[in-house]
């Protein structure tokens, strides 16, 4: 009596669902984003990274050399107008958390970039509403991207850089 009592008071609220969208919308969307970090001069180093704590959406290198900055960008794809607002909302102080632990995951399995200065950015991706998925991934150029860059920080002594 006493278990199913506690149970029912610590049983974990459901979150919002987010806007539904496609999986493969979410893959269109995380292909225009590259193809936007491309077009302003950074270097795609990788896409959808497994870590232990989660995935990182893309991995990016800004400049070259010693003064070459690691971009970890976090992507959301959305219907315009839908109910789940914008792309960048999204990425609330718990998503923050989990892409900083990812980050630092990533960073002690690549010796090479260990030491860089780290941005964490995100790319809000835009699709129109009525277009069918289809008709979006032949005209992508359909899909706006909101990129905001440094959206939030993270200690470096956090990802055991400091």
């Given amino acids: 009596m006493i278990r199913k009592a506690i149970t029912s008071v610590f049983r974990r609220r459901k979150k919002q669902p987010e806007e539904p969208v496609e999986p493969s919308l979410g893959r269109l969307g995380e292909r225009v984003a590259a193809r936007e970090l491309e077009k302003n001069g950074l ?12 995935e990182i959406d893309l991995v990016a290198m800004e400049g070259a050399g010693a003064s070459a900055i690691v971009v970890f960008a976090e992507v959301k794809t959305r219907r315009k107008g839908g109910w789940a607002g914008r792309g960048e909302d999204a990425v609330d102080r718990a998503k923050q958390d989990r892409l900083a632990r990812c980050a630092s995951a990533f960073l002690k399995r690549s010796r090479q970039l260990q030491g860089r200065d780290v ?14 998925e289809r008709e979006l991934r032949e005209t992508p150029d359909r899909l706006k991207v909101r990129w905001i860059q440094a959206a939030f920080h993270v200690d470096p002594r956090r990802l055991g850089l400091g």
């Avoid at 270097?43 to 989660?54: D, F, S």
């Avoid at 941005?119 to 069918?132: S, T």
């Fill in 43 to 54: 270097r795609v180093l990788a896409r959808n990274v497994e870590t232990p704590c989660g």
């Fill in 119 to 132: 941005r964490f950015d995100v790319l809000a991706v835009e699709a129109p509403r009525g277009i069918p």
